[in-house]
């Protein structure tokens, strides 16, 4: 368990770095960044928990937000050398989203939830602070993006539902599983620049109808 | 009752489909396709439960997110098709608003809250889901249109709360009435295309001031 | 504690005010206008209150909800003449955020939270109805303004938790320094157009690479 929190921590620094590195071409001021940092950290987390009805994780650990906070400041000093790292953080960042939606899903299914109310959990904690992040900076939401994000999430939580559905493993190594998962197929993306296929993309064809319509 | 729940199924299929189509302009990919639909249909019940403090309602009944689900899905794969028949899917979405915004009172005002209240859940649950939506697609919100939305509502819920004040008819009846008072205004508004009057839209004009200033 | 709410529900107006004189480009009608009014004056308490999973303020009282619609429906009205005396509501505007923000950390330390927490809901009291406000009018949020909105909340705040924490006064004397310093601060950056300085705003420069990279 301790290990689980040193990962988690170590996600959320991840996920306020990133944040902070994404709201780099606007001119941000200090608190500004603080804010985006924190909120991308936590804030798919505290959808996860307000509509579970269940106490919000950094109410109750406020370490979270002291290092959501604390990484932003230090990216805020540093930003140009954390820069140059940006890519290894884009990998911690991949690590933290597989960690904290397979933690998501055990959440879920141990408030006696079931498979569609656990894969949606590890979608909203995965990407819902990402999504808050780029609404804060008025650009283009993930969702509208093709880049892989919560599609590696669906399959790797997909997996470790099974896994457990059919008890092939304990609970704590389907968590594994599903973090490798995750984490595999997001850093794929990243490395290999993958894209969803056209085959999987709607149609952005106009609709029939005569040409001017 | 079961009227009622299949009528709300019916709903949320219908959120779902007309939030999917609402994205076709972007080329947005399987899973969010389905995160458009499923926001769509769920969003403004979600808000709804969260701010009256009581279950969320897909938490304790995951048809409606299996239902969302299962449109989103079948509106990417076919959504050619079903954008020949968008039209009548404005109508479907109507009724679910109109049958969303009614029920919403009533659990509003069984849990004791007053009229104001109960007019605040009818508009959240009504057009909180289509707000995310815009919102997740990075396009103008329904808000800042001048298409009859909110208005229907306001109006229908209005009429329904009249009626409970001065025990005109049964709650049930009361239902009827405002589901069947906002459904007509606002295929009315579908059909003819109307938007709010000059009269009562916020003057553009420029705020009085030397030219250039 | 009378005092306390007459000026609870004055600001509750005035936020709705600038929200609506906020809007006045855009040609929200008059439903439109009251949805923004009242997210703008409620916005930030209801997330505050969500988060810490207490009963949302509005709720309980309804007097909050019928003040901010009845603000904005005046705004709606006489909105030519109330823009003449905009720099007047950005004062009780930001008396209003001052008074909220204050009163928010005092919620937050009844509940036995810490500075931390105190900190993060003074600022979502102060800055929530704001950002909610500027997405549903589609336009970028305070966060990515360089406006000095958020920087005299966190500032105030700081001021009154290190007064309470060293009891230097008590805590109805700790609230009125703390809206004392934030609007103080506020109202300085409103006169003299204050911005945060180039040292405490994220560098802009293109992340270091080849041209055109």
């Known amino acids: 368990m301790d290990l689980t929190y040193a990962l988690a921590i170590a996600a959320t620094l991840a996920f306020s770095v990133t944040g902070v590195l994404a709201a780099r071409i606007q001119q941000l001021d200090i608190i500004g960044v603080t804010v985006v940092g924190v909120v991308t950290a936590v804030g798919g987390g505290t959808l996860r928990d307000i509509i579970l009805d269940v106490p919000v994780f950094w109410i109750a650990d406020s370490r979270y937000l002291v290092a959501a906070a604390l990484a932003a400041l230090i990216t805020f000093a540093f930003n140009d ?7 290894w953080f884009l990998y911690m960042d991949a690590l933290g989203v597989a960690l904290f939606a397979a933690l998501a899903v055990m959440k879920t299914l141990a ?12 979608v909203i904690t995965g990407i819902g602070g990402g999504i808050i992040r780029d609404v804060l900076l008025d650009r283009p939401t993930l969702i509208v993006s093709r880049e892989l994000y919560a599609t590696p999430i669906c399959l790797g939580v997909g997996l470790q539902l099974v896994i457990l559905q059919f008890g092939l493993l304990s609970g704590q190594q389907a968590v594994i599983a599903g973090v490798a998962a995750i984490f595999s197929f997001r850093a794929a993306a990243i490395y290999f620049h993958w894209h969803m ?3 999987l993309t709607l149609s952005n064809r106009p609709p029939p109808g005569p040409p001017g319509d």
């Open 81 to 87: 050398l954390i820069h140059r790292g940006y890519r």
């Open 111 to 122: 408030l006696g939830l079931g498979s569609a109310h656990a894969v949606v959990m590890g």
């Open 197 to 199: 296929p056209d085959l």
